[in-house]
Nanobody, 119 residues
Framework: QVQVAESGGGLVQPGGSLTLSCAAS????????GGWYRQAPGKQREMVATISGAGRMNYAASVKGRFAISRDNAKNTVYLQMNSLRPEDTAVYYCNLDPPAFSGLPKYWGQGTQVTVSS
């Protein structure tokens, strides 16, 4: 059974930093696009950042320049380094693993990790 486990969430003051990790028991991991999404109370889930198996990155405009997504295919892990955090970054952050189009492979979501930015 595939497991997708996020870690690293918590409470941080504005201007602070957090690093989220997402470890998945998927083989082969490197063909999946890794992504982080977030959902704040009363809002729809939105894309934060994605990274292809080859390392091509994409960011939401609201986090560009503050967040950095990366991956370690040898460890089956995707990371999200979050700097200069703002109260509006408060949300549940979800890891997503998206297979190649038309591969017939399933998409995976993690259970989510809470990030709260508050003084």
């Amino acid at each position: 059974q595939v497991q997708v486990a996020e870690s690293g969430g918590g409470l941080v003051q504005p201007g602070g930093s957090l690093t989220l990790s997402c470890a998945a028991s998927i083989t082969p991991f490197n063909i999946y696009v890794g992504g982080w999404y977030r959902q704040a109370p009363g809002k729809q889930r939105e894309m934060v950042a994605t990274i292809s198996g080859a390392g091509r990155m994409n960011y939401a405009a609201s986090v560009k320049g503050r967040f950095a997504i990366s991956r370690d295919n040898a460890k089956n892990t995707v990371y999200l380094q979050m700097n200069s955090l703002r109260p509006e970054d408060t949300a549940v952050y979800y890891c997503n693993l998206d297979p190649p189009a038309f591969s017939g492979l399933p998409k995976y979501w993690g259970q989510g990790t809470q990030v709260t930015v508050s003084s």
